[in-house]
Protein backbone atom coordinates (compact mmCIF):
# COMPACT_ATOMS: atom_id res chain seq x y z
CA UNK A 1 0.00 0.00 0.00
CA UNK A 2 0.84 3.78 0.03
CA UNK A 3 1.44 5.97 2.93
CA UNK A 4 1.72 9.45 2.08
CA UNK A 5 2.06 12.05 5.13
CA UNK A 6 2.12 15.93 5.57
CA UNK A 7 0.90 18.57 7.69
CA UNK A 8 -2.69 19.27 8.20
CA UNK A 9 -2.44 23.14 8.36
CA UNK A 10 0.09 25.64 8.11
CA UNK A 11 0.19 29.45 8.73
CA UNK A 12 2.74 31.77 7.09
CA UNK A 13 3.42 35.91 6.73
CA UNK A 14 2.93 37.41 3.14
CA UNK A 15 6.58 37.81 1.43
CA UNK A 16 8.09 35.09 3.94
CA UNK A 17 9.31 32.06 2.76
CA UNK A 18 7.21 28.77 3.80
CA UNK A 19 8.55 24.77 3.73
CA UNK A 20 5.97 21.91 3.29
CA UNK A 21 7.34 18.54 3.90
CA UNK A 22 5.84 15.08 2.77
CA UNK A 23 7.26 11.92 3.90
CA UNK A 24 6.20 8.88 1.80
CA UNK A 25 6.68 4.86 2.09
CA UNK A 26 5.29 3.40 -1.26
CA UNK A 27 6.34 0.26 -3.45
CA UNK A 28 7.16 1.06 -6.94
CA UNK A 29 8.34 4.55 -6.49
CA UNK A 30 8.07 6.70 -10.41
CA UNK A 31 8.11 9.70 -9.65
CA UNK A 32 6.51 12.94 -6.99
CA UNK A 33 3.94 15.51 -7.68
CA UNK A 34 2.99 18.35 -5.56
CA UNK A 35 -0.10 19.94 -6.61
CA UNK A 36 -1.99 23.71 -5.74
CA UNK A 37 -6.07 23.36 -4.94
CA UNK A 38 -7.86 26.26 -4.43
CA UNK A 39 -10.86 26.00 -2.11
CA UNK A 40 -13.90 24.95 -4.59
CA UNK A 41 -11.27 24.07 -7.04
CA UNK A 42 -9.91 21.57 -9.59
CA UNK A 43 -5.95 20.42 -8.00
CA UNK A 44 -3.70 22.00 -10.84
CA UNK A 45 -0.16 20.58 -11.07
CA UNK A 46 2.94 22.28 -9.55
CA UNK A 47 5.98 20.65 -9.82
CA UNK A 48 7.39 16.97 -10.47
CA UNK A 49 10.45 15.35 -9.35
CA UNK A 50 11.97 11.73 -9.92
CA UNK A 51 15.39 11.98 -9.37
CA UNK A 52 17.20 12.89 -6.18
CA UNK A 53 17.53 16.84 -5.50
CA UNK A 54 15.65 20.48 -6.08
CA UNK A 55 13.58 21.24 -9.50
CA UNK A 56 13.21 24.90 -9.02
CA UNK A 57 10.21 26.66 -10.91
CA UNK A 58 9.92 30.83 -10.07
CA UNK A 59 9.00 30.75 -6.13
CA UNK A 60 8.67 27.48 -5.95
CA UNK A 61 10.86 24.64 -5.65
CA UNK A 62 10.73 20.84 -4.58
CA UNK A 63 13.37 18.73 -3.51
CA UNK A 64 12.96 14.72 -2.84
CA UNK A 65 15.36 12.38 -1.37
CA UNK A 66 14.20 9.01 -2.50
CA UNK A 67 16.14 7.03 0.02
CA UNK A 68 14.70 8.93 2.83
CA UNK A 69 10.89 8.83 1.69
CA UNK A 70 10.80 12.68 1.66
CA UNK A 71 10.01 15.67 -0.32
CA UNK A 72 9.12 19.39 0.50
CA UNK A 73 8.08 22.16 -1.42
CA UNK A 74 9.33 25.47 -1.03
CA UNK A 75 7.47 28.81 -1.37
CA UNK A 76 9.28 31.83 -1.41
CA UNK A 77 8.08 35.64 -1.50
CA UNK A 78 4.95 34.52 -0.10
CA UNK A 79 1.78 36.44 -2.20
CA UNK A 80 -2.19 35.97 -0.42
CA UNK A 81 -3.47 34.56 -3.35
CA UNK A 82 -0.85 31.31 -2.40
CA UNK A 83 -3.78 30.86 0.54
CA UNK A 84 -4.97 27.26 -0.73
CA UNK A 85 -4.10 23.66 -0.15
CA UNK A 86 -0.80 21.77 -0.81
CA UNK A 87 -1.27 18.12 -1.97
CA UNK A 88 1.91 15.87 -2.49
CA UNK A 89 0.93 12.55 -4.27
CA UNK A 90 3.11 9.66 -5.34
CA UNK A 91 3.17 8.12 -8.48
CA UNK A 92 3.52 4.16 -7.76
CA UNK A 93 3.51 1.39 -9.63
CA UNK A 94 3.74 0.36 -13.35
CA UNK A 95 1.13 0.73 -16.17
CA UNK A 96 -1.00 3.56 -15.91
CA UNK A 97 -0.13 7.06 -14.44
CA UNK A 98 -1.42 5.72 -10.99
CA UNK A 99 -0.89 8.88 -8.59
CA UNK A 100 -1.59 8.25 -4.52
CA UNK A 101 -2.29 11.36 -2.88
CA UNK A 102 -1.46 13.12 0.86
CA UNK A 103 -4.33 14.49 2.47
CA UNK A 104 -2.91 17.77 1.89
CA UNK A 105 -1.30 21.23 3.54
CA UNK A 106 -3.89 24.38 3.96
CA UNK A 107 -1.58 27.12 3.89
CA UNK A 108 -3.02 29.93 5.35
CA UNK A 109 -1.35 33.49 3.81
CA UNK A 110 -1.27 36.37 6.42
CA UNK A 111 -0.99 40.18 5.68
CA UNK B 1 -11.70 25.64 -24.90
CA UNK B 2 -11.94 24.00 -21.55
CA UNK B 3 -9.32 21.12 -21.27
CA UNK B 4 -11.16 18.67 -18.73
CA UNK B 5 -14.83 19.35 -18.76
CA UNK B 6 -17.29 17.36 -16.04
CA UNK B 7 -21.13 18.08 -15.64
CA UNK B 8 -23.15 18.51 -13.41
CA UNK B 9 -20.90 20.81 -10.99
CA UNK B 10 -23.39 20.04 -8.46
CA UNK B 11 -25.88 17.30 -7.77
CA UNK B 12 -28.44 16.64 -5.00
CA UNK B 13 -30.15 13.88 -4.52
CA UNK B 14 -31.80 11.14 -2.58
CA UNK B 15 -30.71 7.54 -1.48
CA UNK B 16 -31.41 4.76 -3.67
CA UNK B 17 -31.36 7.25 -6.93
CA UNK B 18 -28.96 6.60 -9.61
CA UNK B 19 -26.95 9.28 -11.38
CA UNK B 20 -24.38 10.13 -13.59
CA UNK B 21 -21.49 12.03 -14.04
CA UNK B 22 -20.08 13.34 -17.10
CA UNK B 23 -16.71 14.15 -18.58
CA UNK B 24 -15.10 14.98 -21.89
CA UNK B 25 -11.26 16.32 -22.30
CA UNK B 26 -9.76 17.58 -25.38
CA UNK B 27 -6.06 17.26 -24.45
CA UNK B 28 -6.27 14.00 -26.42
CA UNK B 29 -4.90 12.05 -23.56
CA UNK B 30 -4.82 8.31 -23.63
CA UNK B 31 -5.68 7.92 -19.87
CA UNK B 32 -9.06 9.36 -17.94
CA UNK B 33 -9.17 8.66 -14.31
CA UNK B 34 -11.77 8.78 -11.68
CA UNK B 35 -10.82 10.40 -8.29
CA UNK B 36 -13.15 10.99 -4.99
CA UNK B 37 -12.33 13.74 -2.71
CA UNK B 38 -14.44 13.44 0.64
CA UNK B 39 -14.98 16.22 3.43
CA UNK B 40 -11.73 15.86 4.68
CA UNK B 41 -10.29 16.59 1.24
CA UNK B 42 -8.22 13.37 0.61
CA UNK B 43 -8.34 12.64 -3.12
CA UNK B 44 -8.48 8.92 -3.28
CA UNK B 45 -8.71 7.27 -7.40
CA UNK B 46 -11.45 5.30 -8.09
CA UNK B 47 -10.95 4.12 -11.63
CA UNK B 48 -8.32 5.08 -14.71
CA UNK B 49 -9.01 4.11 -18.17
CA UNK B 50 -6.79 3.75 -21.33
CA UNK B 51 -7.73 3.33 -24.89
CA UNK B 52 -10.98 2.60 -22.99
CA UNK B 53 -9.34 -0.68 -20.74
CA UNK B 54 -9.54 -0.43 -17.40
CA UNK B 55 -6.50 -0.69 -15.84
CA UNK B 56 -7.50 0.92 -11.87
CA UNK B 57 -10.49 -0.03 -9.91
CA UNK B 58 -9.05 0.69 -6.40
CA UNK B 59 -11.93 -1.63 -4.10
CA UNK B 60 -14.69 0.97 -4.68
CA UNK B 61 -18.08 -0.70 -4.50
CA UNK B 62 -19.90 -2.48 -7.77
CA UNK B 63 -22.63 0.26 -7.58
CA UNK B 64 -20.12 2.80 -8.71
CA UNK B 65 -19.13 1.96 -12.80
CA UNK B 66 -17.12 3.65 -15.09
CA UNK B 67 -18.11 4.12 -18.96
CA UNK B 68 -16.28 5.12 -21.41
CA UNK B 69 -17.57 5.67 -25.26
CA UNK B 70 -14.33 6.80 -26.47
CA UNK B 71 -10.93 8.07 -25.82
CA UNK B 72 -12.43 11.33 -24.97
CA UNK B 73 -14.91 10.86 -22.61
CA UNK B 74 -14.91 8.94 -19.31
CA UNK B 75 -18.53 8.87 -17.66
CA UNK B 76 -19.31 8.04 -14.06
CA UNK B 77 -22.44 5.81 -13.22
CA UNK B 78 -23.71 5.24 -9.92
CA UNK B 79 -26.46 2.73 -8.38
CA UNK B 80 -28.56 2.92 -5.32
CA UNK B 81 -26.49 6.05 -3.69
CA UNK B 82 -26.34 5.80 -0.34
CA UNK B 83 -25.25 9.06 2.37
CA UNK B 84 -21.41 7.68 2.10
CA UNK B 85 -20.94 8.97 -1.62
CA UNK B 86 -21.42 12.72 -0.66
CA UNK B 87 -18.16 14.09 -2.09
CA UNK B 88 -16.45 15.95 -4.65
CA UNK B 89 -15.94 13.90 -7.31
CA UNK B 90 -12.87 15.15 -9.88
CA UNK B 91 -12.43 13.66 -13.58
CA UNK B 92 -8.63 13.98 -14.59
CA UNK B 93 -6.55 12.91 -17.96
CA UNK B 94 -3.09 12.68 -18.62
CA UNK B 95 -0.89 11.38 -21.32
CA UNK B 96 0.82 7.60 -21.06
CA UNK B 97 4.26 8.86 -19.38
CA UNK B 98 7.80 7.80 -19.11
CA UNK B 99 9.89 7.78 -15.79
CA UNK B 100 11.49 11.35 -16.74
CA UNK B 101 8.23 12.37 -17.86
CA UNK B 102 5.78 14.47 -15.44
CA UNK B 103 3.13 13.61 -17.49
CA UNK B 104 0.94 15.73 -14.76
CA UNK B 105 -2.96 15.07 -14.28
CA UNK B 106 -5.33 17.77 -15.34
CA UNK B 107 -8.42 17.55 -13.42
CA UNK B 108 -11.94 18.96 -14.67
CA UNK B 109 -13.52 21.87 -12.01
CA UNK B 110 -15.33 18.43 -9.65
CA UNK B 111 -18.72 17.51 -9.32
CA UNK B 112 -20.33 17.45 -5.73
CA UNK B 113 -22.43 15.42 -5.27
CA UNK B 114 -24.80 15.66 -1.98
CA UNK B 115 -26.98 12.42 -0.98
CA UNK B 116 -30.22 13.28 1.16
Known amino acids: GQNIDQPTEMTATEGAIVQINCTYQ??????LFWYQQHAGEAPTFLSYNVLDGLEEKGRFSSFLSRSKGYSYLLLKELQMKDSASYLCAVRAGTGANNLFFGTGTRLTVIP | DTAVSQTPKYLVTQMGNDKSIKCEQN?????MYWYKQDSKKFLKIMFSYNNKELIINETVPNRFSPKSPDKAHLNLHINSLELGDSAVYFC???????????????FGNGTRLTVT
Open chain 1, 26 to 31: TSGFNG
Open chain 2, 27 to 31: LGHDT
Open chain 2, 92 to 106: ASSQEFGVLDNSPLH
